[in-house]
């Protein structure tokens, strides 16, 4: 009986011992991934300054994790500030320099591409990005790999829009110094083109220089400026073109020397972008989800008949 009670006993400390290691490492653990910070974005403007923001991967984990691969991978290093409107926002990361430029696959992956490198019958041109397949070789492309097409990596690519009307939770307002997403809105063509704008956006963003009601819930915010709310506010400040509002009725809009008309609010010297680094403080946010691009002109030609092959 006296061993049985001393088995008991040597059980009951084992069992506590191996309690208190479990619920310490819980503790433990917990405490780790509570102090991980948010990632923080470091902006050089040339000629302006610095602008640090904090991104909000619970807020927009998606678009956090794309605005990331993209600037961690040079892309938005010596782009522009291509739109400029005070009291509204500063719009820039498009490589066209216009608002018309979309991100390629290549873009987010091109300082590692070797990490998604696979082997297809002798060759070596193929990367496994987020699931699908690409390459750069075009030969390659529009063949398949186990049920999958493979793409031309200078594929471009949008995202998700993450917002409350494209049915995420992401209730981050847009006030000023938020930084959120420019996307595309087709809903003035067709009320059925609606989904296709909320997941247009690519590479462009904007920082709020006021508080606006109207964005939020339509626009992804993903974070918000904690230093250099100063430069923000130089950048919306420099001479455009024109505003809207300064054409007269029947007064057309100024032509650059194409003879293509110039948006209104773009910037005579676009502000330039020196660089963007994303401090991730040790944390993988991986690549993002990617939707393919709508094709409008396609679209368009459809509802005249026009049907592609």
């Given at each position: 009986?006296?061993?049985?009670?001393?088995?008991?006993?040597?059980?009951?400390?084992?069992?506590?011992?191996?309690?208190?290691?479990?619920?310490?490492?819980?503790?433990?653990?917990?405490?780790?991934l509570?102090?991980?910070?948010?990632?923080?974005?470091?902006m050089?403007?040339?000629?302006?300054?610095?602008?640090?923001?904090?991104?909000?991967?619970?807020?927009?984990?998606?678009?956090?994790?794309?605005?990331?691969?993209?600037?961690?991978?040079?892309?938005?290093?010596?782009?522009?500030?291509?739109?400029?409107?005070?009291?509204?926002?500063?719009?820039?990361?498009?490589?066209?320099?216009?608002?018309?430029?979309?991100?390629?696959?290549?873009?987010?992956?091109?300082?590692?591409?070797?990490n998604?490198?696979?082997?297809?019958?002798?060759?070596?041109?193929?990367?496994?990005?987020?699931?699908?397949?690409?390459?750069?070789?075009?030969?390659?492309?529009?063949?398949?790999?186990?049920?999958?097409?493979?793409?031309?990596?200078?594929t471009?690519?949008?995202?998700?829009?993450?917002?409350?009307?494209?049915?995420?939770?992401?209730?981050?307002?847009?006030?000023?110094g938020?930084?959120?997403?420019a996307?595309?809105?087709?809903?003035?063509?067709?009320?059925?083109?609606?989904?296709?704008g909320?997941?247009?956006?690519?590479?462009q963003?904007?920082?709020?220089?006021?508080?606006?009601?109207?964005?939020?819930?339509?626009?992804?915010?993903?974070?918000?400026?904690?230093?250099?709310?100063?430069?923000?506010?130089?950048?919306?400040?420099?001479?455009?073109?024109?505003?809207?509002?300064?054409?007269?009725?029947?007064?057309?809009?100024?032509?650059?020397?194409?003879?293509?008309?110039?948006?209104?609010?773009?910037?005579?010297?676009?502000?330039?972008?020196?660089?963007?680094s994303?401090?991730?403080?040790?944390?993988?946010?991986?690549?993002?989800?990617?939707?393919?691009?709508?094709?409008?002109?396609s679209?368009?030609?459809?509802?005249y008949?026009?049907v592609?092959?």
């Amino acid at each position: 009986m006296k061993t049985y009670t001393k088995i008991l006993l040597i059980i009951g400390i084992i069992l506590s011992i191996v309690g208190i290691t479990f619920v310490s490492y819980g503790f433990y653990k917990k405490l780790t991934l509570k102090d991980i910070p948010n990632p923080v974005a470091t902006m050089e403007i040339e000629d302006y300054g610095t602008i640090k923001i904090e991104l909000y991967p619970d807020k927009a984990q998606n678009t956090v994790a794309n605005f990331i691969a993209l600037a961690n991978n040079g892309f938005y290093n010596d782009l522009t500030f291509h739109r400029t409107i005070p009291d509204f926002m500063i719009q820039g990361g498009d490589k066209a320099g216009n608002g018309s430029g979309s991100p390629t696959i290549l873009d987010l992956v091109k300082n590692n591409l070797d990490n998604y490198k696979v082997k297809l019958g002798g060759q070596d041109e193929i990367y496994k990005i987020a699931g699908n397949y690409y390459t750069t070789n075009s030969s390659l492309a529009n063949t398949e790999l186990k049920g999958h097409t493979i793409l031309d990596i200078n594929t471009e690519y949008n995202i998700p829009g993450e917002f409350i009307a494209n049915n995420y939770t992401n209730t981050l307002k847009h006030d000023a110094g938020v930084i959120s997403m420019a996307r595309t809105d087709y809903s003035y063509i067709s009320s059925s083109l609606t989904t296709y704008g909320y997941n247009s956006a690519g590479s462009q963003f904007f920082i709020m220089t006021d508080d606006n009601t109207s964005l939020n819930g339509v626009y992804a915010g993903f974070g918000k400026v904690i230093e250099g709310m100063d430069v923000v506010e130089k950048v919306s400040k420099v001479e455009v073109y024109y505003r809207d509002s300064e054409l007269k009725e029947g007064e057309e809009a100024p032509k650059d020397k194409d003879g293509e008309t110039i948006a209104s609010d773009t910037p005579k010297k676009a502000p330039k972008i020196k660089s963007v680094s994303v401090e991730t403080y040790g944390v993988d946010y991986g690549i993002p989800k990617t939707v393919e691009p709508f094709d409008y002109t396609s679209w368009l030609m459809e509802q005249y008949g026009y049907v592609s092959e």
